[in-house]
T-cell receptor, first 121, second 115 residues
């Protein structure tokens, strides 16, 4: 259980275009999802916290108009990189937590998706 | 401001040896301390986690040692195997109600286990 998927797994787009990345919790409902960005050989940096039915909370320094986050349902959050540029090329990872879970997972444990590799040419 | 400092940056261990990775944190409000394993091109996966009310937790070959007074915790991988070669991240998390359950990650340690 507690599986998170992302689509696409990799995407190449031209500079100036927009690209949407989907994050789905497959077997649980996630009231909160998180979006991270990871550059090669670096750690994960939290971009924003996404709550179902409300506006995302962005971390300091993250442009909300460039990285649009929508959490339309309890199983789906999307990240849209608008007017992408080469410097936006990165590995984007989402996670979701179970809230006050039952079962073997810890409360609010985050389960990560497999990541999406974005390359902007 | 680095709230979590992880060391070493890279580690090479012989097969069968013990791998030790350390993390130090600054904020005493953190209440959850997980370790994640990440293979190239994949998302991180939870390996083991500990809460501050215990000093040690063991799951198979993986052990977390936690020193609350020193604000440090470490991951020990016993009998390290080539399949353990990956990047390991420690993380800390504050109380959900006050900090949104956000994880703050360490810088990562690239572990290579030589056969």
């Amino acid at each position: 259980g507690a599986v998170v998927s992302q689509h696409p797994s990799w995407v190449i787009c031209k500079s100036g275009t927009s690209v949407k990345i989907e994050c789905r919790s497959l077997d649980f409902q996630a009231t909160t999802m998180f979006w991270y960005r990871q550059f090669p050989k670096q750690s994960l940096m939290l971009m924003a916290t996404s709550n179902e039915g409300s506006k995302a909370t962005y971390e300091q320094g993250v442009e909300k108009d460039k990285f649009l986050i929508n959490h339309a349902s309890l199983t789906l959050s999307t990240l849209t990189v608008t007017s992408a540029h080469p410097e936006d090329s990165s590995f984007y990872i989402c996670s979701a937590h179970l809230g006050e879970t039952s079962g073997s997972g810890a409360p609010y444990e985050q389960y990560f998706g497999p990541g999406t590799r974005l390359t902007v040419t | 401001q680095q709230q979590v400092k992880q060391s070493p940056q890279s580690l090479i261990v012989q097969k069968g040896g013990i791998s030790i990775i350390n993390c130090a944190y600054e904020n005493t409000a953190f209440d959850y301390f997980p370790w994640y394993q990440q293979f190239p091109g994949k998302g991180p996966a939870l390996l083991i986690a500990i809460r501050p009310d215990v000093s040690e937790k063991k799951e198979g070959r993986f052990t977390i040692s936690f020193n609350k007074s020193a604000k440090q915790f470490s991951l020990h991988i016993m009998d390290s195997q080539p399949g353990d070669s990956a990047t390991y991240f420690c993380a800390v998390r504050g109380h959900y109600d006050h900090q949104g359950g956000k994880l703050i990650f360490g810088q990562g340690t690239e572990l290579s286990v030589k056969p």
